[in-house]
């Protein structure tokens, strides 16, 4: 063989190599503890949409009454207070086209939630109509900022509650916040192959989160990711052995697909959860 073919088929042999070791390491979570899990989570609550909205103080209340876990999402107001609310905007479910972050809780006091009597929770509501049912809390953020002003708040609140709270985020510096100042939470990182999610980050970004390759950043307990959802560094966690959180079920066959696929908890919706 020609040696400069012979040489280039060797530096790509290296790079591959190389390129392979780093993944391996990227996707790694790292030491793995015991903990325990809820089968499912109420997914936002026990909602219909219709006469009891997501993320309302009754969808968790329902949830309590039925003795079940609750899923639900926490963010910042413009004044710094930490509300309720899954959507960066409020159009989808409060018919207002801004950001949750430009209203104060004031304002967003004043928003009916799909037309209903229910307003927009914050933490503390939410924690205390949640009744002691363990909770798997989302803390959402603008892109990878961390503000560690609303993640000591996020804590405060979190001591505050007699139960479990596991926190998760699609934004790994948030779990690497949470394993450097309270390394007692539970923590999951949340996931998907990010396709046909509206204002997914750069594509390369995307690849890497959907392929869980800041897993050697936010060093995660748990991988919470969408169960139809296929990636590479998926199967690298299932390889290491990590705990499978699948979102989101809406069935039993749901359930049961995602079972298959070694997944062991569950966030659902739209379905009698009390059978799982």
């Not at 009754?58 to 999402?73: C, G, H, I, P, Q």
């Not at 046909?196 to 919470?224: C, R, V």
């Amino acid at each position: 063989m020609n040696p400069v073919i012979s040489a280039i088929l060797l530096v790509l042999i290296i790079i591959f190599l190389i390129c392979a070791c780093l993944f391996v390491y990227a996707t790694n979570p790292g030491k793995f503890r015991w903990f325990d899990l809820p089968t499912v989570y109420c997914h936002r609550g026990y909602y219909d949409n219709e006469q009891i909205p997501e993320n309302s103080l009754a969808a968790f209340r329902l949830s309590a009454e039925k003795n079940l876990a609750v899923e639900l999402d926490v963010r910042l107001s413009a004044d710094g207070e930490i509300v309720v609310f899954h959507d960066d905007s409020l159009k989808r479910v409060c018919g207002i086209d801004r950001p949750v972050r430009e209203l104060t809780l004031a304002e967003l006091k004043e928003l009916p939630l799909l037309g209903t009597q229910e307003r927009i929770p914050t933490f503390a509501e939410a924690l205390a109509a949640c009744g002691g049912v363990p909770i798997y809390c989302e803390v959402k953020t603008d892109g990878n900022e961390v503000n560690e002003e609303f993640l000591r708040k996020v804590y405060d609140l979190i001591k505050t509650y007699d139960s479990q709270i596991v926190v998760v985020s699609f934004n790994p510096f948030v779990l690497r916040w949470f394993k450097d100042n309270h390394p007692e939470l539970i923590r999951g990182f949340l996931s998907c192959d990010f396709s046909e999610m509206e204002g997914k980050p750069h594509p390369l970004m995307y690849k890497a989160l959907a392929n869980l390759m800041s897993n050697f950043l936010a060093k995660p307990d748990f991988i919470s990711y969408r169960f139809t959802d296929k990636s590479f560094g998926l199967n690298m966690c299932r390889f290491y052995g990590a705990r499978l959180v699948a979102w989101t079920v809406r069935s039993m066959d749901d359930v049961e697909r995602a079972a298959d696929l070694g997944y062991s908890t569950f966030v659902g919706e739209h379905f009698d959860m009390t059978e799982v």
